[in-house]
């Protein structure tokens, strides 16, 4: 399974940002992925999770302002990410799993398979 994000850049508060993570090696689309972020001297946080059977999930310093989606005909992850602040700068990491944890996803230990990160920069 291999996992490529991209799409991170800069951008000033109140921006938007779309990122993409590529999936290859599943034959099932139904699986678990998520978007994870981490800053400078901060724990890994969960952004936001949709689940194989498309339910989502958010952080709630993110709701209302990031949207993930999929799209299965071409094997990509979206997180799209409006009224972006400086406190989203971090970098960002696509998650993937066959079936994670429902409760606990946020924590990342469900997941078995990560993309090698895209950087995301919101300036003041």
């Known amino acids: 399974v291999q996992l490529v994000e991209s799409g991170g850049g800069s951008v000033q508060s109140g921006g938007s940002l779309r990122l993409s993570c590529v999936v290859s090696g599943y034959t099932d689309s139904s699986i678990c992925m998520g978007w994870f972020r981490q800053a400078p001297g901060k724990e890994r946080e969960g952004v936001t999770v949709?689940?194989?059977?498309?339910?989502?999930d958010y952080a709630d310093s993110v709701k209302g302002r990031f949207t993930i989606s999929r799209d299965n005909a071409v094997s990509t992850l979206y997180l799209q990410m409006n009224n972006l602040k400086p406190e989203d700068t971090a970098m960002y990491y696509c998650a993937a799993e066959r079936y994670c944890a429902v409760l606990v996803w946020a924590d990342g230990k469900t997941f078995t398979h990560w993309g090698q990160g895209t950087q995301v920069t919101v300036s003041s």
């Open positions: 949709i689940f194989w059977n498309n339910k989502t």
